[in-house]
């Protein structure tokens, strides 16, 4: 079974600051690869996704990932962040071999600090 | 025209009662979840459903009862309600077949809190 690890529960940054947010999964196979973000009592909303093709991902809000297939991570970069990027950020994979069922990092939450 | 919609949003009520939460998505997939998020955040997938027939059920206890009458609803029953229930329920779908990338769609969410 895949493992999805995110390597930091909580980073606080200031605003207009860069943020970096790390994931690492373990998975031998081919996977794809999501970004989501929940925001404050919402529900989760997709960021950006890798299906294949170029390992840089654009987002929305001005996020981005990069796929590193031999480091098995996608960290997640903003260049300046705003006050409203405050939530919980989920780092998820899925393969074919549970189906393209995803599994789920278990979040890191992000306060941004005026 | 939201795509994956659940009610209620907000649910309070005491041990030991029964409560329902639906859900209905308008995207045509084929497939519907019912997930978990505890009070650290944590995500735990429950159910899923693909065209009525479930076909994930993860170690939930049996007061927890799915039932999906058509592929575009999925709804929860709580039985005998206890205070470790209490915690946001999400509602999800996605594409099934050729198309499945594991991309899930989620809806808003429903708060419950037991007393």
């Known amino acids: 079974a895949q493992s999805v690890t995110q390597l930091d529960s909580q980073v606080p940054v200031f605003e207009e600051a860069p943020v970096e947010l790390r994931c690492n999964y373990s998975s031998s196979v081919s996977v794809y690869l999501f970004w989501y973000v929940q925001y404050p009592n919402q529900g989760l909303q997709l960021l950006l996704k890798y299906l294949s093709g170029s390992t840089l991902v654009k987002g929305i809000n001005g996020f981005e990932a990069e796929f590193n297939k031999s480091q098995t991570s996608v960290h997640l970069r903003k260049p300046s962040v705003h006050i409203s990027d405050t939530a919980e950020y989920f780092c998820a994979v899925s393969d074919f071999s549970n189906d393209y069922k995803l599994s789920f990092g278990a979040g890191t939450t992000v306060t941004v600090r005026a | 025209d939201t795509a994956v919609s659940q009610t209620p949003k907000y649910l309070v009520t005491q041990m030991g009662n029964d409560k329902s939460i639906k859900c209905e998505q308008n995207?045509?997939?084929?497939?519907m979840y019912w997930y978990k998020q505890d009070s650290k955040k944590f995500l735990k997938i429950m159910f899923s459903y693909n065209n009525k027939e479930l076909i994930i059920n993860e170690t939930v206890p049996n007061r927890f009862s799915p039932k999906s009458p058509d592929k575009a609803h999925l709804n929860l029953h709580i039985n005998s309600l206890e205070l470790g229930d209490s915690a946001v329920y999400f509602c999800?779908?996605?594409?099934?077949?050729?198309?499945?990338?594991?991309?899930?769609?989620f809806g808003e969410g429903s708060r419950l809190t037991v007393l």
């Open positions: 999800a779908s996605s594409l099934q077949g050729l198309q499945n990338t594991g991309e899930l769609f």
């Open positions: 995207l045509g997939h084929d497939t």
